[in-house]
């Protein structure tokens, strides 16, 4: 008992009175090594690092300390454990919530994690995740990016300068570096359509008094947006996008390029003919007399003499008559 917790005062006798006194769990706490290598199996040597050579190591966090305070840290060996100390690494850490919670974390090295979260979630997220690590090898959902597109070539300045300013509002942005990784995860276009869909669709169509709900005011942290004003942070985005677009000169109009223009078929519209016009029953008569001879003509008489002597009807009316008889 005496070398497990390398305390020679510590025997069974006062093992026992500290069991009564502070409780068994306590007492295990104690007991148990709180800095282990080889993924848990064995103790660190404590002597070496609190009162031997060791004892310089560590000018980001003193190994000594480490051993001194109660959290329990397990590291996959002493190099990983060093690493710790001096700075050097991005993939473990300590996680504290904002609920004041405290845990030993790790991801893997050189794998790629998918987390999920409960936006500021007290009891844990990945922002709390990334602040432990100290990591700028992230993708974050918050962070934005106005991706280009070859069948759009237009330089969106006013856009891309008020998405910088949102990205540094952040939290975690300070360890963000893009010389090293990108933390941008989606595209502010997609969001600058949901916040015009949802403001006119949820939010413009509702009473005065019903924009006043909870629901769009409340937040669920100080440094969260409540949803109307994400709503409207990605509806403004959407009116510097038409801004920047609203000032590229696009150049003439190309129908060549315009398929909509192309197809669009050409409008038509049937007009019954004019009363004064003449009657399709009159131009097949005086065709038809001009080469059928006498009997001919005498038809043409009576068909001109039924189309032109009725008045009580439409001419085209009249006509089509004339044309079934």
Sequence with gaps: MTAAVGAPDLGPARVLALQRSIGNHAV???????????????????????????KAL???????????????????????L????????????????????????RLPKDKLTVLGEYHDYKDGNVQDVIR??????????PFNEMADTKALAVPFTGTQTRLEQANKDIG?????????????????????????SIARNEFFSLPVKARDDATWKARASTSDYSMGERVALYLSFGIHIAADLSKHDFGPVNFVESPYVKARPAATRTRPPSRHSRSPST???????????????????????????????????????????
């Design 28 to 54: 295990g706490q104690l007991l148990q090594r709180k800095v282990r290598v080889d993924g848990g199996k064995k103790r660190v040597d404590e002597a070496y690092y609190k009162t031997g050579k060791g």
């Design 58 to 80: 560590g000018p980001k966090r003193s190994i000594s300390s480490l051993i001194d305070d109660p959290m329990r840290r397990v590291f996959e060996d002493v190099s990983e």
């Design 82 to 105: 060093e690493d710790f100390a001096n700075g050097l690494t991005d993939h473990i850490g300590e996680v504290v919530t904002q609920a004041g919670e405290l845990f030993w974390f």
């Design 132 to 141: 432990a690590l100290r990591t700028s090898r992230f993708m974050y959902e």
């Design 172 to 196: 975690i942005s300070k360890f963000a570096d893009r010389t090293k990784f990108d933390p941008d995860l989606e595209n502010i276009t997609i969001k600058a359509l949901t916040g015009a």
């Design 283 to 325: 131009s097949t008569a005086r065709s038809t007399s001009s080469s059928s001879g006498p009997r001919a003509g005498a038809q043409t008489s009576r068909s001109r003499a039924r189309t032109c002597g009725r008045t009580s009807g439409p001419s085209w009316t009249t006509s089509a008559r004339s044309a079934r008889r």
